[in-house]
């Protein structure tokens, strides 16, 4: 059984830092693609950023430039670094990874992490 756990949210002024990780627990799995996504208030849960297992990765319009994601492979860890913060990050961010079990994959979703930006 797998098991995602997130950490890193918090309250942060605008113009600051954070950075969230994602780590799943378990053991006899290979981790596919990873990739964060936020829900903000009122709003559609939306895209921030991906990376295959290659190391490819796309980000969202509105966070080029501002965020990286990466991923170590031995820590079956994923990280989104986020910078320059504005009010409209504010979001329940979640990762979710795509898991490898005996050829099927599934998606597997943190239980969220609150990312509030203040002005």
């Known amino acids: 059984q797998v098991q995602l756990v997130e950490s890193g949210g918090g309250l942060v002024q605008a113009g600051g830092s954070l950075t969230l990780s994602c780590a799943a627990s378990?053991?006899?799995?290979?981790?596919?693609?990873m990739a964060w996504y936020r829900r903000a208030p009122g709003q559609q849960r939306e895209l921030v950023a991906r990376?295959?297992?290659?190391?490819?990765?796309n980000y969202a319009d509105s966070v080029k430039g501002r965020c990286t994601i990466s991923r170590d492979n031995a820590k079956n860890t994923v990280y989104l670094q986020m910078n320059s913060l504005e009010p409209e990050d504010t979001a329940v961010y979640y990762c979710k990874l795509d898991i490898e079990f005996w050829a099927i994959t599934t998606s597997y979703w943190g239980q969220g992490t609150q990312v509030t930006v203040s002005s």
């Open positions: 378990g053991s006899s799995f290979s981790i596919n693609d």
């Open positions: 990376i295959t297992s290659g190391g490819s990765t």
